[in-house]
């Protein structure tokens, strides 16, 4: 019997003390992972007796801010239609977007050692004060996407051509983050999926818009001259069971490719694709970085296939009706590239944040890449878009289509690229969006 409870006692023993061991391995060693995630709602509960940091467009406009008074403090949005781009916090949702990613910033121990944080907190009663983030989003510029777009689902994007400073970041349908908590069930139930980003998480069939840059790929080849003239242009390219045709009947059989991204024609693209191959096409999708995702502050997306493995129908692949798929931000950048004699910028989300001193700290800028396409390949594929370029795209939804531009402005020294998406709309459409972002911006 003696020996039974000898036996309990140390399986009761070595419980305790696993426990024990458990408690101060969370508690200690784990104590600041833990307080530093930014679903943990002891953090975000915290903000409630200590305001968050703001969050202001460019030109110092506020985009997020605290209001309340100290002990019930709440997260605000003024301009509720950014919410793909700012995200979201709470404490019972944790947070996402820009709150997300700087959340250590705004909540204020960004930056800081661990036993001043605790110092601060725990014996002063004290926590570091939140900190601000400076947006590169213009708000009168966004606000002009915002409503441009309207009730249309689709995306938006406009920015600096030479620096990759995203202007506007338009995603619709969008949500109001100011009550995120009660609205929650309603928001993730809607059949428009507002919560995705369209603009830097939805990959979308390029169609036409893929033209330019497979038009690149054949110039760089030598297989085509800019001026050449193309027989039988206006053929149709057929994809399964889907004809693709000219977006618009041009005035003769013979086009130049010019001509060809003027009116929208398949074939010339589609027989350029067949003359570059699967390896040739892989290649100058590759060096566009279509296979990866753009790195920016906010969750990006990129096609889930192996490069060249899946291109063996070169002609769907070249009209953008294969595999491929595409963002909105990623064709910006495809844009940004033929503004820039080749050289893809790095998109930029956030201009500066606040140091713990309080002062100004600007971003670090990203460091130079190699140019994506010769330069004089660049000039040459700019030179064709002198009206941007309108495209469609036939989805696999029934023959649904989709519309897209793509332009850059002002012609001769392009400062700004812009790229729309509609899911359901006409390529004059998103044009004219487009064209009217273009305009506001210079």
């Not at 916090?89 to 909540?107: K, M, N, Q, W």
Request: aromatic residues 6%.
């Amino acid at each position: 019997m003696t020996s039974q409870l000898n036996r309990l006692t140390i399986v009761f023993a070595a419980g305790f003390l696993a426990v024990a061991l458990a408690t101060g391995y969370w508690q200690i060693v784990q104590s600041d992972s833990l307080l530093g995630r930014v679903d943990n709602p002891r953090r975000l509960l915290t903000e409630r007796r200590n305001p968050r940091g703001d969050i202001y467009d460019r030109n110092g406009q506020v985009l997020a801010d605290a209001t309340g008074t100290p002990g019930a403090w709440s997260r605000h949005y003024p301009y509720p239609a950014l919410a793909p781009v700012l995200g979201y916090v709470s404490p019972f949702l944790g947070s996402a977007g820009i709150e997300a990613a700087f959340d250590p910033v705004l909540h204020g121990d960004g930056g800081l050692d661990p036993l001043t944080i605790d110092w601060r907190t725990q014996v002063l009663g004290a926590p570091p004060p939140g900190r601000a983030v400076r947006l590169t989003i213009d708000l009168n510029l966004q606000r002009a996407a915002d409503t441009a777009l309207g009730a249309q689902a689709g995306a938006a994007v406009l920015l600096q051509a030479q620096t990759g400073e995203i202007l506007a970041l338009a995603s619709h349908p969008t949500f109001d983050a100011n009550d995120i908590d009660t609205h929650w069930t309603d928001i993730v139930n809607n059949p428009g999926s507002p919560l995705v980003n369209r603009a830097t998480q939805s990959l979308y069939q390029p169609g036409g818009v893929l033209a330019p840059v497979v038009i690149a790929g054949a110039l760089h080849a030598g297989l085509v001259q800019p001026d050449q003239s193309l027989p039988d242009a206006v053929l149709p390219v057929t994809v399964g069971s889907e004809r693709i045709v000219c977006r618009q009947t041009p005035p003769s059989v013979e086009l130049t490719l010019t001509d060809t991204l003027a009116y929208g024609c398949p074939w010339p693209v589609a027989q350029l694709a067949g003359q570059l191959g699967n390896d040739g096409l892989s290649q100058i999708f590759a060096q566009f970085h279509f296979y990866n995702a753009p790195e920016l502050d906010i969750p990006t997306t990129a096609p889930a296939f192996t490069p060249g493995s899946q291109l063996t129908d070169t002609a769907a692949a070249g009209v953008g009706q294969g595999l491929l798929t595409v963002t909105p931000l990623r064709m910006a950048l495809v844009a940004a590239a033929l503004a820039r004699g080749g050289q893809m910028p790095t998109p930029m989300l956030v201009l500066q944040t606040q140091n713990p001193d309080l002062g100004w700290q600007s971003a670090r800028p990203a460091a130079p890449t190699p140019p994506v396409i010769d330069p004089a390949v660049a000039a040459e594929v700019k030179g064709m878009l002198r009206d941007g370029l309108q495209a469609t795209a036939v989805t696999s939804s029934g023959g649904k289509t989709l519309a897209w531009y793509l332009g850059f402005a002002p012609f001769n020294d392009p400062q700004y690229v812009v790229v729309v998406l509609l899911e359901a709309g006409t390529p004059r459409s998103a044009k004219d969006i487009g064209d009217l972002l273009l305009g506001a911006a210079q």
